[in-house]
């Protein structure tokens, strides 16, 4: 039976591939008689001399020799005397056969220019050509033409095979999942500093994958679905990978956008080929990077494509259809949670919630420590004090930060990581690089210097502001200067004064500008601050509840209902117009303040103004002595 059964692949194999095989040969044919063809036109070619090496060695290394080049093409030689313009064909060979090695001396070697020239003219020039070898070239097709042919029968035979068979087995939308094993880099929760409360979280998952009988044991469901979420480059996919890493087992990880590429329906038929392969490699993990890029919510405004869906039904399909002993954990990452269509997080689905956040500032010198580990550093670079002056910083960014620091000192030339490379990398991640070549004239740079101390000065004397940290003239990115403020700690929450110094030290620059230069008009150096004070008056009213009038309501803009439909926004035309009032009242408020705190400080600002003219820049240490003496004024005070 089994014989026969064999015979019979076979014999189809062969019908399949006979016309292949036919013209195979006869192409081989072809090919082997184009070499005999070559071979007895160039072998036996009447036209080659035989010259005693000797002879031509002689020729050749006296200087006033008749030779005036010599080409070595393989075992001929092509020598073309002075008087001539063709060169004549000799074998290379010697007496016995065999081709000679040495003796022929290239007189003008390794010269150039004149030299070469005065060189040439006595001694001849030697050069040295790859010789045609059709031999080769056959053997190349012949070599290259076999696999070939191979693929072809092989193709052809699984095109029959497949025209009896379901299309998805032909290898499309075969996921292309890329798999972490055991010998891929290992990553672990070593790799991922700080974020304590999150690894605790799946160091559970670490052991439901390690043990899972443990869990089978006493009745306990084991997690399907275990959702990372948290702003970019907070490490959630950095974690996913610890914990494969940790627990040992395979990897399958793909991106949600990813799937956005795909044709119709392959997006569907890779989920199940994804979990199809994570299955047979239980226990094991599938994660789904940036989920959301596939399963936003279905009735979100602009839709979802119906690609889309199909995916995130076979996603939902999969994750369903799972027993509780298939030992496979699917993790996803998003950075925005509420995008995520609901279907996704019920239970049984991405019902664990693991929540990344950014780092605080004991969690950014761990995550410093982590990235400056193998990096060579000075003495005088201080982790803490970076760590301090990060606030809001990402892993990433951080990240980010350490590798500039290394590119700054390798640019600089120096051995080590220097203290100002670690400054110039921190201010060029959070700012962009440096501008050199831009020149500002006196004007410009009196503008910016004043501008700058008016940020720095409002923000000084407001009671809720943060402390100036540096203040600086030079340009980098798109800025004039930087005015810093820096936090004394990370906080959560701000408080409505704190915000609204926040508004009034950013309208300092401009309203300084009018100030000294008496102009409301001026410059475009305002244009970044002017927008930073409007999205955060925006922000205040709508999603924080700090209006007038509008205090303690919200105006969520993905909230749906009846607005929605007949105006676009998810409120009434009135309040729409109550929100711009209540925006321009916090606006003018800020610019008022700023006004009046500057008008009652203005010889600090020119002593500020002055000082930035003369350094550019004024660190941490330089501000105390500068900004003494400052008044807040009545009308300033909120509270
Ligand atoms: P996400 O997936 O949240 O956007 P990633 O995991 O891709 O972020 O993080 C990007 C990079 O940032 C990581 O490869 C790592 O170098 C660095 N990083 C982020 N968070 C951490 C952390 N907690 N510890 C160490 N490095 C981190
Ligand atoms: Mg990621
Ligand atoms: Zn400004």
């Known amino acids: 039976m089994v014989e026969k059964k064999i015979n019979k692949n076979m014999k189809s194999l062969k019908k399949n591939s006979s016309n292949g095989v036919r013209s195979f040969f006869f192409f081989v044919i072809v090919l082997l008689f184009f070499y005999a063809l070559m071979n007895g036109v160039i072998g036996n070619n009447a036209n080659i001399e035989e010259v005693a090496l000797s002879d031509v060695i002689a020729r050749a290394n006296d200087e006033n020799g008749d030779i005036k080049k010599i080409t070595v093409s393989g075992s001929d030689l092509l020598i073309t005397l002075k008087d001539k313009d063709q060169p004549t064909q000799h074998s290379r060979k010697d007496a016995s056969g065999t081709l000679y090695e040495q003796g022929l001396l290239n007189n003008c070697e390794g010269m150039t220019g004149d030299e070469l020239k005065a060189c040439s003219e006595k001694y001849p020039v030697v050069e040295y050509e790859e010789p045609v070898d059709y031999g080769e070239i056959i053997m190349n097709v012949v070599t290259l033409g076999l696999p070939i042919l191979a693929v072809i029968i092989f193709f052809s035979y699984m095109m029959r095979q497949a025209q009896s068979m379901n299309k998805e087995n032909m290898g499309f939308g075969k996921a292309k999942a890329k798999l972490y094993g055991p010998d891929k880099k290992k990553v672990t929760f070593k790799d991922v500093a700080g974020n304590e409360a999150a690894k605790q979280d799946l160091e559970e998952i670490v052991d439901f994958l390690k043990n899972p009988k443990k869990y089978e044991m006493l009745g306990a469901k084991i997690p399907r679905g275990v959702l990372l979420a948290g702003d970019p480059g907070t490490g959630k996919t950095l974690m996913a990978r610890a914990v494969a890493g940790e627990a040992n087992v395979p990897f399958f990880s793909i991106s949600g956008s990813e799937f956005a590429e795909m044709f119709v329906g392959v997006g569907a038929s890779r989920v199940r080929d994804l979990f199809s392969k994570a299955k047979k490699n239980a226990p094991s993990i599938i994660f789904i990077d940036e989920i959301d890029a596939v399963a936003h919510k279905r009735d979100a405004r602009g839709g979802a494509g119906r690609e889309d869906e199909q995916t995130l039904n076979q996603i939902l399909v999969e994750m369903d259809g799972f027993d509780n002993e298939s030992g496979v954990i699917v993790m996803a990452a998003t950075n925005r949670v509420d995008m995520l269509d609901k279907a996704l997080l019920r239970p049984g689905r991405f019902d664990r919630h693991v929540d990344v956040t950014l780092p605080e500032r004991k969690d950014r010198l761990a995550i410093l420590k982590v990235h400056f580990k193998n990096k060579p550093i000075d003495d005088d670079v201080d982790l803490d004090a970076l760590a301090k002056k990060t606030a809001g910083s990402s892993g990433a960014d951080l990240a980010n930060i350490a590798n500039e620091a290394a590119i700054t000192a390798a640019r600089e030339g120096h051995k080590s990581i220097s203290g100002n490379d670690v400054t110039e990398a921190f201010e060029r991640v959070a700012i962009g690089p440096k501008r050199q070549s831009k020149v500002m ?154 006004e009046l705190v500057l008008a009652a400080n203005k010889e600090v600002l020119d002593r500020l103004a002055n000082a930035l003219l003369e350094k550019e820049t004024l660190e941490e240490e330089d501000l105390p002595e500068l900004l003494k003496g400052t008044t807040l004024p009545e009308g300033a005070k909120l509270h």
């Open 441 to 594: 004239n006196e004007y410009e740079k009196k503008l910016t210097a004043y501008h700058e101390a008016g940020h720095a000065v409002v923000g000084h004397v407001l009671p809720d502001s943060d402390p100036v940290h540096k203040v600086t003239i030079i340009p980098r990115g798109h800025t004039g200067g930087v005015t810093w403020f820096l936090p004394p700690e990370d906080r959560s929450y701000k408080n409505v004064y704190e915000l609204k110094d926040v508004l009034a030290r950013a309208m300092g620059g401009r309203i300084a500008e009018k100030l000294i230069f008496g102009k409301d008009d001026i410059t475009t150096g305002a244009s970044s601050d002017l927008k930073n004070v409007a999205s955060l008056a925006k922000e205040m009213i709508v999603e924080e509840g700090m209006g007038t009038e509008t205090r303690n309501l919200v105006f969520p803009e993905e909230a749906t209902g009846y607005y929605t439909i007949s105006t676009g926004k998810p409120y009434s035309e009135k309040t729409a117009e109550t929100i711009d009032k209540e925006i321009k009242l916090l606006s003018d408020e800020a610019a008022k303040r700023a």
